[in-house]
């Protein structure tokens, strides 16, 4: 350990002084962190200065950015400005490097200038970053004359000539950071700086405010809004702080793993909590984060949206009484005539204009919206008048503010109760609320056309109002154990309450209680098997439900975020949907027809291959599982016939060069196609059928860093494996067909006892260049079905991924003697909820009830992070 005695007494005092500080935090005691280390590197200074001795120059020593608003965070950057009057002397740089080389040496980020006060101003009128860095400048030592001849030039030379245009340039700045952070109020994984909603809008809510009263304008916020305002962001850079200690690092990205070391550190859980209990402190203290950037983030936008509005044309004309707009947004002519149905009325407007409510406007309601929910409570013209703003083309602004308002939270309470419900994973994007909202929203596009397939559909929806209602119950019985029932009752209970017809309030309760009925068939079943798609059929009925539940699956994928939908998520959807359209169109098939149907593709198949040998591609058919007539274009079956018949000349081919046992053991072809989703590949991997040859090609797959998202596999009669992956696409700056061709090689050498796959992948799974962010460790589930599929035991497994869960799964399922015909694999950036299509050894379901129990505990112990 590096001595100290080469540090000045200022730096050792410093260093101390941290230490007790950092330990008294990490103990739990982050309230006043911020304040404390402020001060800590005030002292500093006044100290290092004082033993720099007299200077024979005039200054003043300024702490600018969030050193200057005094809100030091353990990782925050400690950014300082050395000022002149006029001009900068001589011994300028040599004063600046005694005062900062100490706090190098103790590891401090620093960051510092010298300037002249015509220098800040010529700068901060060029850049507004310059311009902001200045505004929260705070003198730490010098001479007092410097620092007011700065503050008054920077006041009437600076912001008094460029005020408004260091709005507009903020308001650029704001639309970056939107694009690049997210709105951090809505995000289970929210950026506590720079995200919508995070410090930095509360910096520019003061920064423009003060730039207000300078260009003598009023101010839009009242006192006692901006001492709430303040306190919000105490409390955000309080979580800051205990994010900084609990990553041991600078970071501003909430990530799911930093989570419940943070919410001790801020006292929502203790050390010895549970983990269900920390997840449940976690789910409170994210929900408490949360109410904090919404309201930071409504007064930034208010705040541009009235006092610095971009251009724009002429207000719209508004067809409601007792209502104005204006640039600023709509308003209240008249204070007294704000009636329950008038506000609602305003929120109508902002749906149909696009222009939100004003600040004055939403603190009317803001006040009370118990009062205003009371009085549109149970009238069949409140719901009808939600509908329409749910149906508007702007609905977004006006959900907006239905939800900063409170007003939507009071008129619902059903809302209220989930709407900051948190689950402590990494699959949902947004707490309930807004996710109920997102879905809606995005209903509403489907429904006036949105250019895509969902919208050629949603023209054929008879009642628009059925589906944005069931958009909005779906999720609304979150807290129970089974919410898709609970919202159907939720639903049915409240739309009989606002005076709605039978046959609506069935259409709305089915669509919520059946919301997941087709994304989970289309990740779980065997979409070639014919009962999968009448059981679909079956409980839908009709296809005009059929439509409204796919538009709900959709939104409802999509609002939950890129996790659960994608390119392969939505092709399944679409497959599943098509399927069950056609049977409720056509009726079902008859066996003959079935039968029918196989020797078609068996004729089919004959003609797509009829460059090879006719009677070696009829024994080839025989070979082959009936299900790939099924499952498979004749084209693609055709092509398993010419890529097995490469395989055999290939094994006959090794096994005279290697006689032994393992002659042909590892021989293995591969042939890529582009898969049928985007930046997906389908990959038909032929080789000799042998066990745990599924999970050897798993392994090699997950070893090459390839993202599986399915699998089929077809054994033959005699003894060939088809195994169709599909894949996404290899990592970046790797040729597809170099990767694939290392795959081939990995699962040869581990076929014949070369590789050790199992340790490889641990070895990978380890390394810190692979080890992603640490995902919330769930507790693995296993579950085993014999009632999904006629022919299969259906298996599946979630838990927290990791590198080799896939192999890991496939070995235990061949450990129990069971083969996997098919896999449905759901790799979620943290999740893993695989689907497996197993038989015994002699093609039977597995139905031992001892032989089921051990799988499952053989299941949990491999699917149990470690």
Request: charged content about 25%.
């Amino acid at each position: 350990m590096q001595s100290d005695s080469h540090l000045p007494e200022s730096a050792r005092r410093l260093k101390q002084a941290r230490a007790a500080l950092w330990a008294r935090a990490e103990a739990g005691a982050v309230g006043g962190f911020a304040w404390e280390y402020t001060h800590l590197v005030d002292q500093y200074f006044e100290d290092r200065i004082r033993e720099a001795g007299p200077q024979r120059f005039a200054f003043v020593l300024t702490a600018v950015g969030g050193y200057g608003r005094g809100r030091l965070c353990p990782g925050s950057d400690v950014d300082v400005l050395l000022l002149f009057k006029r001009r900068i002397p001589s011994g300028a740089d040599q004063f600046i490097k005694t005062l900062l080389y100490p706090l190098w040496d103790l590891g401090l980020d620093l960051g510092h200038g010298v300037r002249t006060v015509a220098d800040c101003v010529s700068l901060a009128r060029k850049d507004f970053q310059v311009l902001a860095s200045l505004m929260d400048a705070r003198p730490l030592a010098g001479e007092a004359k410097v620092f007011e001849a700065f503050r008054a030039s920077f006041a009437s030379r600076v912001l008094k000539k460029s005020g408004e245009t260091f709005a507009a340039s903020l308001r650029d700045h704001n639309a970056a950071r939107a694009a690049q952070y997210g709105d951090a109020s809505a995000l289970l994984e929210p950026e506590l700086k720079n995200g919508l909603g995070g410090l930095r809008d509360g910096q520019q809510v003061a920064w423009l405010t003060r730039v207000l009263g300078i260009l003598g304008r009023d101010a839009l916020f009242l006192p006692e809004e901006l001492a709430r305002l303040r306190e919000d962001q105490a409390f955000l850079n309080r979580v800051r702080t205990a994010l900084h200690l609990a990553a041991g690092r600078k970071t501003d990205r909430l990530f799911f793993d930093l989570q419940p070391p943070t919410a001790r550190l801020m006292g929502f859980a203790p050390r010895t909590a549970s983990p269900g209990d920390t997840g449940l402190a976690v789910e409170f203290f994210l929900s408490r984060l949360h109410q904090a950037m919404t309201r930071i983030k409504a007064m930034r936008e208010a705040l541009f949206q009235e006092a610095f509005p971009a251009r724009t044309g002429r207000p719209p004309e508004l067809s409601i009484r007792n209502l104005d707009a204006g640039v600023g947004g709509i308003r209240f002519r008249r204070q007294s005539e704000v009636t329950p149905d008038n506000v609602l009325g305003a929120f109508l407007e902002s749906a149909r204009t696009g222009l939100p409510l004003t600040w004055g406007a939403r603190r009317i309601i803001r006040r009370d919206p118990a009062r205003f929910a009371a009085g549109l409570a149970g009238k069949p013209e409140t719901l009808s008048l939600l509908v329409e703003i749910f149906l508007a083309p702007h609905c977004r602004t006006a959900l907006d503010g239905l939800l900063e308002t409170r007003l939507l939270p009071a008129l619902f309470p059903p809302f209220a109760e989930v709407e900051h419900l948190i689950q402590f994973n990494d699959y949902h994007v947004h707490p309930v609320g807004r996710h109920t909202l997102a879905t809606v929203a995005l209903l509403s596009d489907f429904l006036r056309g949105d250019g895509e397939w969902t919208g050629k559909l949603a023209v054929h929806v008879a009642d628009p109002a059925r589906l944005v209602l069931a958009g909005f119950f779906h999720d609304l019985g979150k807290g129970a154990p089974d919410h898709s029932e609970a919202g159907a009752v939720l639903a049915r209970e409240m739309l009989t309450r606002y005076g709605r017809r039978d046959e609506i309030v069935e259409d709305v309760a089915f669509l919520v209680r059946h919301h997941l009925l087709l994304p989970k068939t289309a990740t779980r079943r065997d979409l070639s098997d014919e009962r999968t798609v009448s059981d679909v059929a079956a409980t839908v009925g009709t296809t005009a439900r059929l439509d409204m539940l796919h538009l709900l699956s959709v939104a409802d994928s999509m609002a939950t975020g890129p996790r659960a939908w994608s390119g392969w998520t939505s092709s399944l959807l679409g497959e599943l949907y098509f399927k069950v359209r056609n049977l409720l169109r056509h009726g079902p098939l008859a066996e003959p027809a079935a039968a029918r149907r196989l020797a078609d593709a068996r004729l089919a198949v004959l003609s797509a291959a009829s460059d090879q040998d006719p009677e070696y591609v009829d024994a080839a058919l025989r070979a082959m599982p009936p299900r790939a007539f099924l499952a498979l274009t004749p084209e693609a079956i055709a092509g398993h016939v010419r890529l097995v018949k490469k395989l055999w000349a290939a094994v006959a081919d090794d096994h005279m060069r290697k006689p032994s046992s393992i002659g042909g053991k590892g021989v293995n072809l591969i042939e890529a196609a582009p898969g049928r989703a985007e930046n997906t590949f389908k990959l038909t991997i032929a080789a000799v059928d042998q066990p745990r040859l599924f999970a050897t090609i798993a392994g090699a797959l997950s070893l090459h860093g390839l993202n599986i998202l399915a699998a089929d596999i077809f054994t033959w009669k005699d003894g060939t494996a088809v195994d169709v992956f599909t894949v996404a696409e290899p990592p970046e700056n790797l040729y597809p067909e170099e990767v694939w061709a290392r795959v081939s090689r990995s699962v040869r050498y581990a076929m014949v006892g070369k590789l050790d796959l199992a340790a490889r992948l641990r070895e990978r799974g380890e390394s810190p260049l692979n080890r992603g962010r640490g995902r919330p460790r769930l507790k693995p589930l296993a579950t085993i079905d014999n009632r999904a599929s006629d022919f299969y035991t259906v298996v599946e497994v979630a838990a927290t991924d990791r590198t080799g869960f896939l192999f890991d799964m496939a070995r235990t399922l061949a450990a129990h003697g069971l083969s996997i015909h098919l896999a449905m694999i759901t790799t979620i950036k943290g999740r893993a909820a695989d689907v497996f299509h197993v038989r015994t050894q002699d093609g039977q379901r597995l139905l031992d009830e001892e032989r089921m129990a051990a799988l499952r505990r053989d299941l949990l112990h491999a699917a149990t992070p470690r």
